[in-house]
């Protein structure tokens, strides 16, 4: 079955240090993936999304995110946080099925220190 | 342009009455999605619609929950009765089409807290 693992429940680092949430997942078949961040009290937005081609994807706020097929992974990555970025993160797999139905991760819960 | 709309953002009522929750997705967009979040549970799909037909209820976790779409603009998430357990983040999303790659558009959710 599809799923979606992301193994960092909490994750703290401190404004300006680099990031890297790890997301892996399991899927048959060419995925489709994305990364969400959910602030306190709101929805989850779209930080980018992965479908084919190039294995790097940018996203909006300065995210960017890696595809590795052989390790069945797609981290997010940052490369200097700001105090704003502390919210939640969440993966998501496009699994087959019809339509667009998102297996989601756990997420991991990102604490920015000043 | 506007986003996904849900109405109440906060609902707090007694176990056994009937909850009512609203969600008006992004216009042009066919495809709506429901979701309830937990602690426990995390994010769950409870139902799936296109072009306003329910396609996927499988989510929907017993007879007490329903959903409907009566048109393209408006959705509805019923629960009755409620209980204590149903207290919840409940989210609407929708995307423009239901291609594996479309991605989906949530609003900020309805806090349903039932006492």
């Known amino acids: 079955a599809q799923s979606v693992t992301q193994p960092d429940i909490h994750i703290t680092v401190s404004e300006g240090a680099s990031l890297e949430l790890r997301c892996n997942y399991s899927y048959g078949a060419t995925p489709y993936l994305f990364w969400y961040v959910q602030s306190p009290g709101q929805g989850l937005q779209l930080l980018l999304k992965y479908f084919s081609g190039d294995t790097l994807v940018q996203g909006i706020k300065g995210f960017e995110a890696e595809f590795k097929r052989s390790q069945s992974s797609f981290n997010l990555r940052k490369p200097s946080v700001h105090w704003s970025d502390a919210a939640e993160y969440f993966c998501?797999?496009?699994?087959?099925?019809?339509?667009?139905?998102?297996?989601f991760g756990a997420g991991t819960r990102l604490a920015v220190h000043p | 342009d506007a986003g996904v709309i849900q109405s109440p953002r906060h609902e707090v009522t007694e176990m056994g009455q009937e909850v009512t929750l609203r969600c008006k997705p992004i216009s042009g967009h066919n495809s709506l999605f429901w979701y309830r979040q937990t602690m426990m549970r995390g994010l769950e799909l409870l139902i799936y619609?296109?072009?306003?037909?329910?396609?996927?209820d499988s989510g929907m976790p017993e007879d007490r929950f329903s959903a409907k779409m009566p048109n393209a603009s408006f959705s509805t998430l019923k629960i009755q009765p409620s209980e204590p357990r149903d207290s919840a983040v409940y989210f609407c999303?929708?995307?423009?089409?239901?291609?594996?790659?479309?991605?989906?558009?949530f609003g900020d959710g309805t806090r349903l807290s039932i006492l």
């Open positions: 619609f296109n072009n306003n037909v329910p396609i996927d």
């Open positions: 999303a929708s995307s423009l089409g239901q291609g594996a790659g479309q991605p989906q558009h």
């Open positions: 998501a797999v496009a699994v087959s099925g019809g339509y667009n139905k998102l297996i």
